[in-house]
């Protein structure tokens, strides 16, 4: 399946007043289809079943490239399972994606398809760390966000508390940074992380939550 036939699948299902209204909620100057999630799901598990690794990266790649809202969020959908094997091309292309991010909901879809992928190694998390440096906020923000599902073990492995204690180490640095897109990343983290590991939220807020915003640490400590 070329991109060009996989797109004419999603504009099959495009909505001009969808369209419309998602574009102005994104606030996005990109090409909106209109295409509901559901829809965008049930392609893009139709093309997982049918595609060989290989294929399917290629596709997420002409997907993305099109740099239309819903072949973006499809090309992530496209790579977000747990076992592909081998992996190290699907995890190349979504990290090269994160400088392109300019929205949430588009940063986030690919998140979820890189968190599967870092579970899969978490190795690439050296990789990731490099993001928290860089001059582009989203690019910054992606750290935050791949790395949630260490914020989610009942019962982390010694692995697992030393990439969850990394990551707080992260987020602790980005506290002086007020931008609203970060603070909401630092509050989704420690939120998430209080529902399996209260000692550490606790612990964080008390060190840092003066220093965020007050929404923010609102939200960070909502559970706790």
């Known amino acids: 399946m070329t991109p060009e036939q996989a797109l004419d699948q999603i504009k099959a299902h495009a909505d001009v007043e969808r369209a419309a209204g998602a574009k102005a909620y994104h606030k996005s100057d ?12 049930d392609l893009s598990k139709q093309w997982r079943q049918a595609l060989d690794v290989p294929t399917r990266v290629a596709l997420a790649d002409g997907l993305w490239q ?21 992996d190290e091309a699907a995890w190349a292309l979504i990290a090269s994606w994160v400088p392109d991010f ?16 870092l579970v899969a190694d978490p190795t690439r998390i050296d990789q990731v ?6 001059d582009h906020m989203w690019t ?11 914020t989610k073990q009942n019962n982390p492995k010694p692995q697992d508390i030393e990439i969850r204690d990394r990551v707080l180490g992260w987020a602790a640095a980005y506290v002086p940074d007020q ?9 989704w983290w420690v939120r998430e992380l209080s529902k399996h590991d209260i000692p550490r939220a606790t612990k964080f807020l008390a060190t840092h939550g003066d220093a965020m915003k007050p929404f923010a640490r609102r939200e960070a400590g909502k559970y706790l």
């Not at 990109?30 to 799901?41: S, T």
């Not at 239309?68 to 081998?86: C, D, F, M, W």
């Not at 910054?140 to 260490?150: K, S």
């Open 30 to 41: 990109r090409l909106h289809l209109g295409v509901p999630n559901p829809v965008l799901n």
């Open 140 to 150: 910054r923000r992606a750290a935050l966000v791949i790395t949630l599902p260490w």
């Open 102 to 117: 300019d929205s949430w909901a588009i940063a986030d879809h690919a998140c979820m398809a890189g968190q599967k992928r």
């Open 129 to 134: 760390e490099a993001w928290t440096v860089s």
């Open 179 to 187: 931008t609203w897109f970060i603070q909401k990343a630092i509050a």
């Open 66 to 86: 099109t740099d239309i809202y819903e072949a973006r969020v499809a090309a992530a959908k496209l790579l977000t399972q747990a076992r592909i094997r081998p």
